[in-house]
């Protein structure tokens, strides 16, 4: 398997624009988490589905950010309109079992840098 | 709520000595999994070392071990003969067994490997 599949790698964007960040989990999972890493404030759970549902989205910070997962093979997170303070390294993970034992699969990331 | 706490943002050690990085956490659970992710400058998050809270044994991946004290809520890292290629970011991360959805993150201890 490829792993967890993320693209782009780096965006960068100015402000006021809407920017789609894409992910494909590992084959067979049934949950897909969503982060947000900063160095001010670490590693933050953003929104998770667990069979292409929704559960959580209480980590999003603001209705300009939003996320879908239209199949179990294909999630986006987009943010519109965007601003510098998105800036961050953007992780979306997939996980196989709901027994928790597995810990997650994490894709490469996305840097975005909103300009 | 779970919290975790890494309370070392930076450590260093020489080549091929060992070094012992710290994380505790707060919960009120008796049954929950904890990880040890390392993050290098290439972003990617890798799954380090797993150990299940019912277990008593330490688990051993390698050069790399825990510590785990239960009653103390202490999950020590610790790096044995270690690499270059260790540097990195290492977050302790818990993960309740049931509310498995989520991975509670710390804020990370950045280690330096001299050689």
């Known amino acids: 398997d490829a792993g967890v599949i993320q693209s782009p790698r780096h965006e960068v964007t100015e402000m006021g624009q809407e920017v789609t960040l894409r992910c494909k989990p590992i084959?067979?999972?049934?949950?897909l988490f969503w982060y947000r890493q900063t160095m001010m404030r670490g590693l933050e759970l953003l929104i998770y589905?667990?069979?292409?549902?929704?559960?959580?989205d209480s980590g999003m910070p603001e209705d300009r950010f939003s996320a879908k997962m239209p199949n179990a093979s294909f999630s986006t997170l987009k943010i519109q309109p965007s601003e510098p303070r998105d800036s961050a390294v953007y992780f979306c993970a997939s996980s196989l079992t709901s027994t928790g034992v597995d810990g997650y699969t994490f894709g490469s990331g996305t840097r975005l840098t909103v300009v | 709520a779970q919290t975790v706490t890494q309370s070392q943002p930076e450590m260093s050690v020489q080549e091929a000595e060992t070094v012992t990085l710290s994380c505790t956490y707060d919960t009120s659970e008796s049954d929950y999994y904890l990880f040890w992710y390392k993050q290098p400058p290439s972003r990617q998050m890798i799954l380090v070392i797993r150990?299940?809270?019912?277990?008593?044994q330490n688990a051993t991946e390698n050069r790399f071990s825990v510590n785990f004290q239960k009653a103390a809520k202490s999950f020590s890292l610790k790096i044995s003969d270690s690499q270059l290629g260790d540097a990195a970011m290492y977050f302790c991360a818990y993960r309740s067994l049931y509310n498995t959805d989520k991975l509670i993150f710390g804020t990370g201890t950045r280690l330096q490997v001299f050689p």
């Open positions: 150990q299940e809270a019912y277990k008593q």
């Open positions: 084959s067979g999972h049934d949950y």
């Open positions: 589905f667990n069979n292409n549902v929704p559960i959580d």
